[in-house]
């Protein structure tokens, strides 16, 4: 669980059976709109029938201890919290996109219909109250 001296999520990727808990709650509690995530399961088929196997991938915003998110930044929109998070400020962003254009792994993105960047900030207000992030309390492999 992340803390003040860890703000990361260790995901074993290996246990993902693919269900996407952790993008549906993500998605009715934070009222993101449709094709916009703050995480989401990527699956990849390898193999050739009748082997084939899914393989599944966690994506979601890594955190970074110097994100190039934060450093693209003109307004200080996106930041890093007291906890060590990655978060926004939606009342300093002025949509410039730089730091979607800049995250190495392509997780921030623009809701048009909320007019809003969004990303996984780890359930910040959770993390703060001592209780782990949504996606880590519904997922279904722990």
């Known amino acids: 669980m992340p803390t003040v001296n860890n703000p990361a999520m260790l995901v074993d990727q290996s246990l993902c ?3 996407e808990a952790c993008t549906a709650v993500c998605k009715q509690v934070y009222n993101i709109s449709e094709g916009v995530f703050r ?3 990527h699956t990849n088929d390898t193999g050739a029938f009748p082997q084939v ?10 955190h970074c201890t110097e994100a190039a998110c ?22 300093l962003c002025i949509e410039c996109n730089y ?11 623009f809701d048009r219909a909320h ?7 780890l359930c910040t207000t959770r993390v703060a109250g ?9 997922c279904t492999s722990r």
């Open 17 to 19: 059976v693919g269900c």
């Open 39 to 41: 995480t989401k399961i």
């Open 53 to 62: 196997a899914a393989l599944y991938n966690k994506k979601a915003c890594m």
């Open 70 to 91: 934060v450093m693209a930044c003109p307004t200080r929109a996106c930041h890093k919290n007291d906890l060590g998070l990655t978060v926004f400020d939606h009342r």
């Open 99 to 109: 730091c979607a254009a800049n995250c190495p792994f392509g997780v921030i993105s």
């Open 115 to 121: 007019n809003r960047m969004e990303k996984c900030s």
């Open 130 to 138: 001592d209780k782990e992030p949504l996606c880590s309390e519904v």
